[in-house]
């Protein structure tokens, strides 16, 4: 099948109105982009967070797209139709697309994040994931950082906690490098779809429990994952102050370096916080249990 793609700047437009009259128009798909590179971070449940330069991308079959259909389109959203860009894209394997630029990555002195279609040095300890819909694969910074500590860090024999697991690329890592029993959270289904299917491929899942509920996650761990944002780590503190016992380890992470002091400060009553390390503008902090 042939598609014919029409994009546009979101501009002064809600992007949930605009995805619904291109729906409504015939769209296959709506996608949306960063249109001049913004960060933009993790959305709240139910909410659509968008880059400050948004693209919409609407996706139509070709074959019975009429001539007409961007001046239609234009005039549904209110656009004027100069502002539409058309495309025509043709048929891939598009699950198999993205593959392509996603190659293993190194993590410290051992550990590998390793797609299926490579194969790495047999003394690795490897993680195999293929990137998917929920986060965590090792490309951002702060899940590298991450990868980097539970690399230099001795977690054979320990019960890890996962909060915020994403793919689970953390809990499976830990329970590679020898953790005992890994616990992974998070409040996206999805997330614990794809960590458990992502669990089964490195045949760690006998030793994995999933969480779909906080009250779900055992007290008591040794080491506490979390690579979240910096406003939930902050509220997370008292939290995560009751799972760990004393001596326990937490590592926090998806904070941004002007963050960094108020997320150790809301910590400091209950760890002795320190930094683990910082790549591109983000911090990893570490914490002892006092």
């Excluded at 700047?9 to 809600?14: K, R």
């Excluded at 001795?154 to 029993?181: E, F, S, T, W």
């Amino acid at each position: 099948m042939a598609y014919l793609e029409l994009s546009f700047e979101l501009g002064e437009l809600d992007g949930e109105a605009a995805a619904s009259i291109c729906s409504a128009v015939g769209a296959l798909s709506v996608t949306f982009s960063d249109a001049h590179d913004d960060a933009v971070f993790e959305p709240g449940p139910g909410e659509l967070r968008l880059w400050r330069h948004t693209r919409l991308q609407a996706l139509y079959d070709a074959a019975n797209a009429s001539p007409a259909l961007i001046s239609t389109l234009a005039g549904a959203l209110q656009l004027a139709p100069a502002r539409l860009q058309a495309r025509a894209i043709n048929e891939r394997v598009w699950e198999r697309e993205w593959l392509r630029d996603f190659h293993a990555m190194p993590f410290g002195r051992r550990l590998w994040i390793c797609p299926r279609h490579e194969s790495i040095a047999a003394d690795a300890v490897v993680v195999r994931l293929d990137p998917g819909l929920a986060f965590g694969t090792g490309s951002h910074p702060s899940t590298a950082l991450c990868l980097t500590f539970l690399d230099q860090t001795p977690v054979a024999g320990l019960n890890v906690v996962d909060y915020g697991c994403g793919c689970g690329a953390l809990a499976i890592a830990a329970l590679k490098l020898g953790a005992q029993r890994a616990c992974a959270f998070d409040i996206d289904p999805q997330a614990l779809t794809a960590t458990r299917a992502n669990a089964e491929d490195n045949a760690v899942a006998d030793r994995l429990q999933l969480c779909e509920r906080e009250d779900q996650i055992p007290p008591g761990c040794d080491l506490l994952l979390a690579n979240i944002l910096a406003d939930v780590l902050i509220r997370m503190a008292p939290r995560f102050a009751r799972l760990l016992p004393t001596g326990g380890q937490l590592l926090l992470a998806g904070i941004l370096s002007p963050q960094e002091s108020e997320v150790a400060s809301a910590f400091l009553k209950w760890f002795d916080m320190n930094r683990f390390a910082c790549r591109d503008g983000w911090v990893a902090l570490v914490g002892r249990r006092k």
